[in-house]
């Protein structure tokens, strides 16, 4: 924890929304148990009310079941526009404290306050604050979770709800998370848990002191990955869309896209875009992090160190289909509604040699050092006829 400890990170999260802001302006709703989504035939729970909540309603469960669970509940449309409205007041709060604010969806965000504490106080006072300003704008509560990273922020603020405030410190981590079922870790979904409590894992203790030998078979590569997060360690940035070193490219599809095939296509033409304009632009990103948003507005982002530093789109490319497949493994079949491809923590272009290629782990260092030559003359072909004169062969529509 020692690398991260001195960094103030804030999980801010909106309770209940779309259902608090129904209830918030339907004097009839307070109280009761709402659940908004879709009314159809195929309608899913976007947000379920606290009351709702002990019906066993939860969010993208199938509207079918919410009414099984809870036939006497306060079944409501979405008002997006509506929603949007009163997320913009709390961003606009939000960014009263710190420029370095990581929206995750309309109702939930991470700041870094680390520089804002000699302005505003300590971490605590800048989250009660953030809290009393939230309410007294929106009449709506949020919980707040405050440690030294994202990962302990978010659980911090999920074991305070609603309206809560909870501070994690460095020196109290392990006996925080210690005690946690192995799926309580983001990314750790039912298959993965089973397999681990069938080889007697059963919370992150367990996870944290477990050989990696005995793990490489259930979660591969990913092992050291999951051990870090089980002991509290977590050095993703925040990565706040304002901050002008960040790079970013994303597209809002006309219908959710599930199929893989087509996620990769879509993916390689926005690492183009953004390493295009990397390029134009004279640096090179320390990192890169891929954006997905799902049907019902929940937004998630993965994000990987790249050294050396890089604006080649096929090293972009490969990063980002390494961070999207890993996503995909946690959500099998997922409909995506946004794509999004950033490259962040920029810098001066370093100059590579043939022996420096880009270690992303699976292209052959010939196929990067050709990369660059073939980047530049796109780049200039695009630059007199148009981006759309040039498009990479394996983004082309497939054939009927």
Not at 46 to 74: D, I, L, N, W
Not at 267 to 288: E, N
Request: proline content about 5%.
């Amino acid at each position: 924890m020692s690398a991260a400890a001195s960094r103030v990170i804030l999980h801010v999260d909106m309770d209940a929304f779309y259902a608090a802001v129904e209830q918030r302006d339907r004097l009839e709703l307070r109280g009761q148990p709402v659940i908004v989504g879709g009314l159809g035939a195929r309608g899913v729970v976007a947000t379920a009310s606290y009351e709702a909540r002990k019906f066993g309603v939860r969010s993208a469960m199938s509207m079918r079941e919410a009414r099984q669970r809870c036939p006497h509940g306060q079944f409501v449309m979405p008002r997006m526009s509506v929603y949007k409205e009163v997320s913009q007041e709390v961003f606009e709060i939000l960014r009263r404290f710190t420029p370095l604010v990581q929206g995750l969806s309309l109702d939930e965000a991470f700041l870094d306050v680390t520089a804002s504490q000699a302005m505003f106080g300590d971490g605590v006072k800048i989250a009660q604050k953030i809290k009393t300003q939230i309410y007294a704008r929106t009449r709506l509560t949020a919980s707040v979770g405050l440690a030294p990273n994202k990962l302990l922020a978010k659980i911090a603020s999920e074991l305070r709800k609603p309206d809560g405030l909870m501070e994690v410190k460095a020196q109290d981590v392990n006996d925080l998370l210690d005690p946690m079922p192995v799926g309580k870790l983001f990314g750790v979904g039912p298959k993965t848990v089973a397999s681990l409590n069938d080889i007697g894992i059963h919370t992150l203790r367990e996870l944290r002191l477990a050989n990696p030998d005995t793990l490489a078979p259930i979660v591969g590569r990913d092992a050291v990955m999951l051990q870090r997060r089980a002991s509290g360690i977590d050095d993703r940035p925040v990565l706040s869309e304002w901050d002008e070193k960040q790079i970013s490219t994303e597209t809002t599809f006309d219908v959710d896209i599930s199929h893989v095939s087509q996620l990769h296509k879509e993916l390689l033409r926005l690492s183009d875009r953004t390493a295009s304009r990397l390029r134009a632009k004279q640096v090179a990103a320390h990192g890169i992090a891929v954006k997905v948003r799902r049907h019902d507005f929940s937004t998630f982002t993965r994000q990987r160190r790249c050294q050396p530093p890089t604006h080649d789109t096929r090293t972009i490319a490969d990063l980002a289909r390494q961070l999207l497949d890993e996503w995909l493994r946690e959500h099998p079949g997922a409909a995506v509604r946004l794509l999004g491809v950033g490259a962040y923590d920029l810098g001066s272009v370093v100059q590579l040699s043939l022996f420096d290629a880009p270690d992303v782990g699976t292209e052959t260092h010939t196929a990067h050092a050709a990369s660059p030559q073939l980047d530049t003359t796109v780049d200039r072909i695009r630059a007199k006829f148009g981006h759309g004169a040039l498009m990479r062969g394996s983004n082309l529509p497939s054939s009927p």
